[in-house]
């Protein structure tokens, strides 16, 4: 068994915070080494015990989308039209003194916009994509 079979099994014992900690490990590393099946496969196991999570509690509604509350702990924040999930927001670096844009929206499968400096900003922007990608 490899260290990426490993760590895979005990993703289901993780919190949420330990996922999203790893997730961000995971894209740091896929960043050097893009493509990298072991890295690839660690992320895509964590991204789906993430989505399989049931939704947050107390969601913040900005139209038609229902967002997961903002958590410092947490890189992902899904929106819902009622209870299919239809987007979310990623945290991908904490912000620093030059770091400001540390959050990306993806609404249907489509990156719809990156370098987002605050979640409120990101919320708006994926409501506003996700009106015109429906219309």
């Known amino acids: ?3 990426v079979d490993a760590t895979i099994a005990r993703i289901p014992r993780m919190t949420p915070r330990e996922m999203s900690d790893l997730l961000g490990k995971a894209d740091t590393y896929l960043t050097r080494k893009p493509g990298d099946r072991e890295g690839v496969r660690l992320r895509a196991a964590l991204l789906a015990a993430l989505d399989a999570m049931p939704p947050a509690i ?3 509604v900005t139209g038609r989308l229902a967002w997961e509350p903002h958590s410092p702990h947490i890189t992902r924040f899904r929106a819902y039209d009622g209870d299919r999930k239809v987007g979310v927001i990623t ?9 400001k844009g540390v959050y990306s929206v993806d609404i249907l499968s489509q ?11 990101a919320r708006a ?5 996700y009106g015109k990608l429906t219309h």
């Open 1 to 3: 068994m490899s260290n």
């Open 91 to 99: 945290k991908h670096a904490t912000h620093t003194g030059i770091r």
């Open 111 to 121: 990156r719809v916009a990156t370098a987002i400096h605050r979640v409120e900003e």
């Open 125 to 129: 922007i994926g409501e506003t994509a």
């Open 58 to 60: 107390g969601r913040i």
